[in-house]
């Protein structure tokens, strides 16, 4: 099993930055891939980054390319999705995802991801 616990979230205005924490903790050297989702009221969960567990791959959604990046924390075990240039679309509850399949690597399908973190909420005011 691999616990995952989300951190940083909050109430910005527009233009603004937020830093995301997932840590991880449990049988984390099973993990292959982390990935961060997202969603707002009355929508699906969608993509918004992913990064290889080497950290030597990232990907991101289109959305979000430029303004977030994703990055292995300092703290071992630790993704973090620094967030600039907020926007009021940003607004949703962010979820961080672990995935152990040795065959995929960062996938933007939630599916794919067999632990998931409670989420913290992003609340981006206009």
């Known amino acids: 099993q691999v616990q995952l616990v989300e951190s940083g979230g909050g109430l910005v205005q527009a233009g603004e930055s937020l830093r995301l924490s997932c840590a991880a903790s449990?049988?984390?050297?099973?993990?292959?891939?982390m990935g961060w989702f997202r969603q707002a009221p009355g929508k699906e969960r969608e993509f918004v980054a992913a990064?290889?567990?080497?950290?030597?791959?990232?990907s991101y959604a289109d959305s979000v390319k430029g303004r977030f990046t994703i990055i292995q924390g300092n703290a071992k075990n630790t993704v973090n999705l620094q967030m600039n240039s907020l926007k009021p679309e940003d607004t949703a509850v962010y979820y961080c995802g672990a995935d152990t399949s040795p065959y995929t690597s960062g996938s933007p399908h939630s599916w794919m991801y067999d632990y998931w973190g409670q989420g913290t909420q992003v609340t981006v005011l206009s």
């Open positions: 990064i290889t567990r080497s950290g030597g791959s990232t």
């Open positions: 449990g049988r984390t050297g099973s993990v292959t891939s």
